[in-house]
């Protein structure tokens, strides 16, 4: 690392720090007190060392006696100086790690904000293993060195006082013990200059740590299924053993550098000593001033060593926090109006004009699409692998926004309806259920308030009632982490009820039943469609809900007013399920390949 790199990686760590002392000024300033404290009050042990040596300890080899007055005296300034030493302590050691948590606590909670408002294409485009470093390790190696910031400050006091009072105590001493200085400072440069460049490496290791690990737990059963458990050992290995090299390479370049730094005061004590007894024997000084002088030595390599400790951890905190800015600086796209949600009893009319989206640097997933999914119909969309259907689905949510093109409900575009309005009106099923370390109803109502008559209506209508009843717990049970106490349909079934307990006036399903038997797959979909048709406003025949579905499986498609058929982003052909069957070749040949497939047993 070069030394302008160097210098501008300590500016920029000074900085990281002035924003935590911005924040927290009332609780820097009590640690710092604290650190100059008992700075300053380590410096007058040394006083009180070379009084008692002059007025006590000579007197005493001198007269053969010591007086319990002086005695005494003695004791009470130790004493009541390390009372007062320990109340720095104190204040230091508390208003350090208030002020490190608060802040780690302040940006973890403002990076899981930001994440919880970028738009679900940012999150596409990071690694979840790399959100979660963000979130922790790189939060954490922020503010390490708010740590060590207050003993740093606080012990510029102490360094200041010492060197006034060597001064004071014997000119020449002071001068030929402070010759140690420019050696202290020389290797703390080369200590700095070897571990900064490995400081940042093992930031930068962490975090590819974090990624390997969430990975592989993450697609745990897709390494068991394909028997990958030794190859995804191994790249973990290769990921923790440079971490471990790297800090190895830190850790013997420390184990050097601390007893050398250690060592370099001792020896100035010893040459001061040495000086020392000549000028006392030559009547220059008193014994007194070289003790005095010789203590104060070992006190001022303290605060040296204190900033070299900040120091070292500056290079990483750069790192973690950079890394950290990059998620709460990340540009949103998502833009919202002011216009509340459609009102109404029955379903709301769906509708995109011009829909084309495309992945960065991709090709179109959809182009050009017009669709209309009139009130209270239930819409299936059919199409092979990669047609665009689940894209569609996330447009309808706007959980991304199309390049161009807009989707409108009831005539207003998405876009324009005020933040959190459009989840009042919709929600969606999609095709993995991810389900929370919670209980049955917190799956299901999410903190919002639902009575238990509703949710069981709503796990009535998903046919998820008779094996929630069946838990030890009934509604109280606890699922586990994703919901692994339960079957891939089960978690569907609980997925499902969570979207209709809240009564959606526009429900999409995207392929949301996919791992449930066919028998009970309609079931719930009988259910659903007499559940919202009987919601529906006198008169009205039609479903009250508007329904999306992405279907594969015909005795589900059957049951939609008209099927959409979607090839490369466009809709090649739309009817009821019997008039595409007739007229559309590819669309008969995929439903009819997908069941083939399902009555010979093999996976969709």
Same mark, same amino acid.
């Given at each position: 690392?070069?030394?302008?790199?160097? $210098?501008?990686?300590?500016?920029?760590?000074?900085?990281?720090?002035?924003?935590?002392?911005?924040?927290?000024?009332?609780?820097?300033?009590?640690?710092?007190?604290?650190?100059?404290?008992?700075?300053?009050?380590?410096?007058?042990?040394?006083?009180?060392?070379?009084?008692?040596?002059?007025?006590?300890?000579?007197?005493?080899?001198?007269?053969? *006696?010591?007086?319990?007055?002086?005695?005494? @005296?003695?004791?009470?300034?130790?004493?009541?100086?390390?009372?007062?030493?320990?109340?720095?302590?104190?204040?230091?050691?508390?208003?350090?790690?208030?002020?490190?948590?608060?802040?780690?606590? %302040?940006?973890?909670?403002?990076?899981?904000?930001?994440?919880?408002?970028?738009?679900?294409?940012? %999150? %596409?485009?990071?690694?979840?293993?790399?959100?979660?470093?963000?979130?922790?390790?790189?939060?954490?190696?922020?503010?390490?060195?708010?740590?060590?910031?207050?003993?740093?400050?606080?012990?510029?006091?102490?360094?200041?006082?010492?060197?006034?009072?060597?001064?004071?105590?014997?000119?020449?001493?002071?001068?030929?013990?402070?010759?140690?200085?420019?050696?202290?400072?020389?290797?703390?440069?080369?200590?700095?200059?070897?571990?900064?460049?490995?400081?940042?490496?093992?930031?930068?290791?962490?975090?590819?740590?974090? *990624?390997?690990?969430?990975? =592989?737990?993450?697609?745990?059963?897709?390494?068991?299924?394909?028997?990958?458990?030794?190859?995804?050992?191994?790249?973990?290995?290769?990921?923790?053993?440079?971490?471990?090299?790297?800090?190895?390479?830190?850790?013997?370049?420390?184990?050097?550098?601390?007893?050398?730094?250690?060592?370099?005061?001792?020896?100035?004590?010893?040459?001061?000593?040495?000086?020392?007894?000549? $000028?006392?024997?030559?009547?220059?000084?008193?014994?007194?001033?070289?003790?005095?002088?010789?203590?104060?030595?070992?006190?001022?390599?303290?605060?040296?060593?204190?900033?070299?400790?900040?120091?070292?951890?500056?290079?990483?905190?750069?790192?973690?926090? $950079?890394?950290?800015?990059?998620?709460?600086?990340?540009?949103?796209?998502?833009?919202?109006?002011?216009?509340?949600?459609?009102?109404?009893?029955?379903?709301?009319?769906?509708?995109?004009?011009?829909?084309?989206?495309?992945?960065?640097?991709?090709?179109?997933?959809?182009?050009?699409?017009?669709?209309?999914?009139?009130?209270?119909?239930?819409?299936?969309?059919?199409?092979?692998?990669? =047609?665009?259907?689940?894209?569609?689905?996330?447009?309808?949510?706007?959980?991304?926004?199309?390049?161009?093109?807009?989707?409108?409900?009831?005539?207003?575009?998405?876009?324009?309806?005020?933040?959190?309005?459009?989840?009042?009106?919709?929600?969606?099923?999609?095709?993995?259920?991810?389900?929370?370390?919670?209980?049955?109803?917190?799956?299901?109502?999410?903190?919002?308030?639902?009575?238990?008559?509703?949710?069981?209506?709503?796990?009535?209508?998903?046919?998820?009632?008779?094996?929630?009843?069946?838990?030890?717990?009934?509604?109280?049970?606890?699922?586990?982490?994703?919901?692994?106490?339960?079957?891939?349909?089960?978690?569907?079934?609980?997925?499902?009820?969570?979207?209709?307990?809240?009564?959606?006036?526009?429900?999409?399903?995207?392929?949301?039943?996919?791992?449930?038997?066919?028998?009970?797959?309609?079931?719930?979909?009988?259910?659903?469609?007499?559940?919202?048709?009987?919601?529906?406003?006198?008169?009205?025949?039609?479903?009250?809900?508007?329904?999306?579905?992405?279907?594969?499986?015909? @005795?589900?498609?059957?049951?939609?007013?008209?099927?959409?058929?979607?090839?490369?982003?466009?809709?090649?052909?739309?009817?009821? %399920?019997?008039?595409?069957?007739?007229?559309?070749? =590819?669309?008969?040949?995929?439903?009819?390949?997908?069941? $083939?497939?399902?009555?010979?047993?093999?996976?969709?």
């Amino acid at each position: 690392m070069s030394d302008g790199v160097r $210098r501008a990686t300590t500016l920029d760590g000074f900085k990281v720090l002035w924003v935590a002392i911005k924040r927290e000024p009332f609780v820097f300033t009590l640690s710092t007190l604290g650190s100059a404290l008992f700075g300053a009050l380590t410096v007058a042990d040394a006083w009180v060392l070379g009084w008692a040596t002059d007025h006590v300890i000579l007197p005493a080899f001198r007269d053969g *006696e010591i007086g319990s007055g002086w005695l005494w @005296a003695v004791l009470g300034l130790f004493l009541g100086l390390a009372i007062l030493r320990a109340v720095g302590v104190i204040a230091r050691r508390l208003g350090a790690g208030v002020m490190q948590y608060r802040m780690q606590a %302040h940006y973890r909670r403002s990076v899981t904000r930001r994440y919880l408002e970028l738009p679900l294409a940012w %999150h %596409h485009q990071h690694p979840t293993g790399q959100l979660l470093s963000n979130a922790n390790s790189d939060v954490e190696a922020a503010w390490a060195p708010i740590a060590p910031l207050p003993m740093a400050i606080g012990t510029l006091a102490m360094m200041i006082i010492a060197v006034a009072q060597m001064l004071a105590a014997d000119l020449v001493l002071a001068m030929v013990g402070l010759l140690v200085f420019p050696l202290v400072i020389a290797v703390n440069l080369a200590y700095q200059r070897f571990t900064s460049p490995l400081m940042t490496r093992a930031q930068q290791y962490r975090a590819e740590l974090s *990624e390997v690990a969430h990975e =592989s737990f993450d697609g745990a059963m897709v390494v068991k299924t394909l028997g990958r458990e030794d190859e995804e050992t191994l790249r973990f290995d290769a990921k923790a053993t440079a971490l471990r090299d790297v800090n190895i390479k830190a850790g013997a370049i420390r184990a050097a550098f601390d007893p050398t730094l250690a060592a370099l005061p001792q020896l100035a004590v010893l040459v001061v000593l040495a000086v020392g007894v000549a $000028r006392v024997l030559a009547g220059d000084t008193e014994a007194g001033a070289v003790v005095q002088v010789s203590y104060l030595l070992t006190v001022v390599s303290f605060p040296i060593r204190s900033f070299g400790w900040l120091l070292g951890e500056l290079p990483r905190s750069v790192v973690g926090y $950079r890394r950290v800015r990059s998620v709460l600086d990340a540009a949103s796209e998502t833009t919202y109006g002011e216009v509340p949600a459609p009102s109404g009893a029955g379903g709301a009319r769906l509708e995109t004009e011009g829909l084309s989206y495309a992945h960065a640097g991709g090709p179109a997933l959809l182009d050009d699409l017009d669709l209309a999914v009139d009130s209270g119909r239930t819409v299936a969309v059919v199409g092979a692998t990669a =047609s665009g259907k689940s894209t569609l689905t996330m447009l309808l949510a706007r959980l991304i926004d199309p390049d161009h093109g807009r989707v409108t409900l009831d005539g207003i575009d998405l876009r324009d309806l005020a933040p959190g309005e459009l989840a009042t009106v919709m929600s969606v099923v999609p095709q993995s259920a991810f389900l929370f370390d919670d209980t049955v109803r917190g799956n299901i109502t999410l903190g919002a308030d639902f009575s238990d008559e509703e949710v069981w209506e709503a796990l009535r209508i998903a046919q998820a009632d008779g094996f929630v009843a069946a838990l030890p717990h009934g509604l109280d049970s606890q699922l586990g982490e994703r919901g692994t106490s339960l079957s891939g349909g089960q978690r569907q079934r609980i997925s499902l009820a969570r979207a209709l307990v809240r009564r959606p006036r526009v429900l999409i399903l995207d392929d949301a039943t996919s791992a449930v038997d066919p028998e009970v797959e309609q079931r719930i979909l009988a259910a659903l469609r007499a559940a919202t048709a009987s919601a529906a406003p006198a008169g009205d025949g039609a479903s009250a809900t508007t329904v999306v579905v992405v279907a594969y499986r015909k @005795a589900t498609i059957a049951l939609a007013d008209e099927v959409v058929h979607l090839e490369h982003g466009r809709i090649t052909d739309r009817g009821t %399920h019997a008039d595409l069957l007739t007229r559309d070749p =590819s669309y008969a040949a995929l439903v009819n390949a997908y069941e $083939r497939d399902h009555d010979s047993g093999v996976s969709a």
